[in-house]
């Protein structure tokens, strides 16, 4: 079998995602790594075993064993990279956000066209589990028409500021980060291309150039409207939730990743289907018992990059095309104009915007509002110290788990201040029957005839298997 040989530009953090899935890939070998920080490179080379590396892309662009490349440079940079990969014949993978303007994005379509190679948009989020489900259950047509969409996305990630995500020079904050995601997971889920953008951005931490708060409404197709917070300024449980919530005419769809890091984590989301009558299904993806199978089942990133692998070798079309990826960028960059304007924005919007003047009249702006005093070094100290980072926000079940104070944990004073402070309530939920005027206490389940079977395939659900038990 033929493998792809993958070379992978920028070895940020993004090249840690991609990295260590590779040895599970049959489709593909890793054989080359390019960043302008040679020593960079060699650090990841030497982990993975990579004997290549590369300071310039045009030198890596000329290696004729390369037959395709990871765009993981800054968005600025994309499109200058795409050009010089595409006319030496590789194959394209482009991490998001796909640019900094719409005409950038237009320049790589038109380099992966003109020269004949495959151009796949590294929107992750579609192949996640999870949000597979999601859309199938959509696509079932249980939920009738779908007239409204919602995401809330805080990501609290103070120690971006002065990196690239964070400067004029990339023309673009949170919103550009983590927009595109977002916004292209909601029109794939329902089908509904954008029409209209309205929103409204600040800059909340003196230290960032671009913006770190976002509100937005999305206009879509067919009548339906969305709705985007999104947040780095976040504190408590929620400081990396990820919410989804789609609202049909016969059920709401919830889909929550608010108890892990979705990025990275192999956890499913917790996704609940809420019908007429009290009816609730819960849906939960169930794992191997391999490890490595779990990690090949699980892990988007994987599954992008085997996609990805496919188009090549069956020149086919890829699952995440470039115009899906300009597209959402449009709506990105309407946003911005729509903030600073105080105006809907219609798409397709094709305007060159000086996103770099944008954000400092924004700056200017929120910085007579808002007064706001942010230190990172006087935030007050945690009540429970740990000598490693807790990730999980459910309780340990025993007080003996997590007492191993060599290994980072807390001892057991610090036990009992945590579970008070983050348990959360496994009792099933009960209602009362007003059907009889009584007080009767019932365990919400739903009967076998309201349970929404979805198509074959992995992700049908066995019969009884449905019911949400709290």
Same mark, same amino acid.
């Given at each position: 079998?033929r493998r792809?040989?993958?070379?992978?530009?920028?070895?940020?953090?993004?090249?840690?995602?991609?990295?260590?899935?590779?040895?599970?890939?049959?489709?593909?070998?890793l054989?080359a790594?390019? #960043?302008?920080? =040679?020593?960079?490179?060699?650090? @990841?080379?030497?982990?993975?075993?990579?004997?290549k590396?590369?300071? #310039?892309?045009?030198?890596?662009?000329s290696d004729?064993?390369? #037959?395709?490349?990871?765009?993981?440079?800054?968005?600025?940079?994309h499109?200058?990279?795409v =050009?010089?990969?595409?006319?030496?014949?590789?194959?394209?993978?482009? =991490?998001?956000?796909?640019?900094? &303007?719409?005409?950038?994005?237009?320049?790589?379509?038109?380099a992966?066209?003109?020269?004949?190679?495959?151009?796949q948009?590294?929107?992750?989020?579609? %192949?996640?589990? *999870?949000?597979?489900m999601?859309?199938?259950?959509?696509?079932? *047509?249980?939920m009738?028409?779908?007239?409204?969409?919602?995401?809330?996305?805080?990501c609290a990630?103070?120690?971006?500021?002065?990196?690239?995500r964070?400067?004029?020079e990339a023309? *673009?904050?949170n919103l550009q980060d983590?927009?595109?995601?977002?916004?292209?997971?909601?029109?794939?889920?329902?089908?509904?291309?954008?029409?209209?953008?309205?929103?409204?951005i600040?800059?909340?931490?003196?230290q960032r150039p671009?913006?770190?708060?976002?509100?937005?409404?999305?206009?879509?197709?067919?009548?339906?409207?969305?709705?985007?917070?999104?947040?780095?300024?976040?504190?408590?449980?929620?400081?990396?939730?990820d919410l989804?919530r789609?609202?049909?005419?016969?059920?709401?769809?919830?889909?929550?990743?608010?108890?892990?890091?979705?990025t990275?984590?192999l956890?499913?989301?917790?996704?609940?289907?809420?019908r007429?009558g009290?009816?609730?299904?819960?849906?939960d993806?169930g794992?191997?018992w391999?490890?490595?199978?779990t990690?090949?089942q699980?892990?988007?990133?994987?599954?992008q990059?085997?996609?990805?692998c496919?188009c090549?070798l069956?020149?086919?079309e890829?699952?995440?095309?470039?115009?899906?990826g300009?597209?959402?960028?449009?709506?990105?960059?309407?946003?911005y104009?729509s903030?600073?304007?105080?105006i809907?924005v219609?798409?397709? %919007?094709?305007e060159?915007?000086?996103?770099r003047?944008?954000?400092?009249e924004?700056k200017?702006?929120?910085?007579?509002?808002?007064?706001?005093?942010? &230190?990172?070094d006087?935030?007050?100290?945690?009540?429970?110290?740990?000598?490693?980072p807790?990730?999980? %926000?459910?309780?340990?079940?025993?007080k003996e788990?997590?007492?191993?104070?060599?290994?980072?944990?807390?001892?057991?004073?610090?036990y009992?201040?945590?579970?008070?402070?983050?348990?959360r309530s496994?009792?099933?939920?009960?209602?009362?029957?007003?059907?009889?005027?009584t007080?009767?206490?019932?365990?919400?389940?739903?009967?076998?005839?309201?349970?929404v079977?979805?198509?074959?395939? @992995?992700?049908?659900p066995?019969?009884?298997?449905?019911?949400y =038990?709290?």
């Amino acid at each position: 079998m033929r493998r792809i040989k993958i070379a992978m530009l920028g070895c940020g953090g993004v090249a840690h995602l991609y990295l260590p899935v590779f040895k599970y890939l049959k489709e593909a070998q890793l054989v080359a790594l390019v #960043d302008i920080d =040679e020593g960079k490179a060699k650090h @990841l080379a030497e982990r993975y075993g990579v004997e290549k590396v590369y300071s #310039d892309v045009e030198e890596a662009a000329s290696d004729p064993e390369i #037959d395709a490349v990871i765009v993981g440079t800054p968005p600025n940079l994309h499109a200058e990279h795409v =050009e010089v990969c595409a006319s030496s014949g590789k194959h394209i993978l482009c =991490e998001k956000p796909m640019a900094s &303007t719409v005409g950038d994005c237009q320049r790589i379509i038109d380099a992966c066209r003109k020269n004949g190679v495959k151009l796949q948009m590294a929107h992750m989020k579609r %192949f996640m589990r *999870g949000n597979q489900m999601v859309k199938s259950i959509v696509d079932s *047509g249980c939920m009738g028409k779908i007239f409204m969409a919602e995401c809330h996305w805080d990501c609290a990630v103070p120690h971006l500021i002065g990196t690239y995500r964070e400067t004029e020079e990339a023309a *673009g904050g949170n919103l550009q980060d983590h927009g595109p995601h977002a916004f292209d997971l909601v029109r794939w889920w329902t089908g509904n291309d954008i029409l209209q953008v309205s929103a409204s951005i600040r800059i909340v931490h003196p230290q960032r150039p671009t913006e770190d708060t976002a509100v937005v409404v999305l206009e879509h197709e067919n009548g339906m409207v969305s709705f985007y917070h999104m947040t780095r300024v976040s504190y408590g449980r929620e400081h990396w939730q990820d919410l989804y919530r789609i609202y049909g005419t016969d059920a709401t769809l919830v889909v929550r990743n608010d108890h892990h890091f979705p990025t990275t984590s192999l956890e499913s989301p917790e996704i609940v289907l809420y019908r007429p009558g009290g009816c609730i299904q819960r849906y939960d993806l169930g794992h191997p018992w391999n490890l490595d199978d779990t990690v090949v089942q699980n892990n988007p990133f994987y599954n992008q990059l085997k996609a990805f692998c496919e188009c090549i070798l069956n020149d086919t079309e890829p699952r995440v095309t470039g115009e899906d990826g300009m597209h959402v960028m449009e709506a990105v960059i309407a946003a911005y104009v729509s903030s600073l304007k105080g105006i809907k924005v219609k798409l397709p %919007f094709r305007e060159d915007v000086d996103l770099r003047e944008l954000f400092r009249e924004i700056k200017e702006r929120d910085g007579k509002n808002l007064k706001y005093d942010y &230190t990172i070094d006087n935030l007050p100290k945690p009540a429970v110290s740990l000598k490693a980072p807790l990730y999980a %926000f459910r309780p340990p079940r025993t007080k003996e788990k997590w007492s191993d104070e060599e290994h980072g944990m807390i001892g057991e004073a610090g036990y009992d201040a945590l579970t008070t402070s983050l348990k959360r309530s496994c009792i099933c939920r009960t209602r009362a029957a007003s059907t009889t005027g009584t007080s009767e206490r019932r365990s919400w389940r739903c009967k076998a005839e309201d349970r929404v079977e979805l198509p074959g395939g @992995l992700y049908s659900p066995k019969s009884g298997q449905l019911p949400y =038990e709290g």
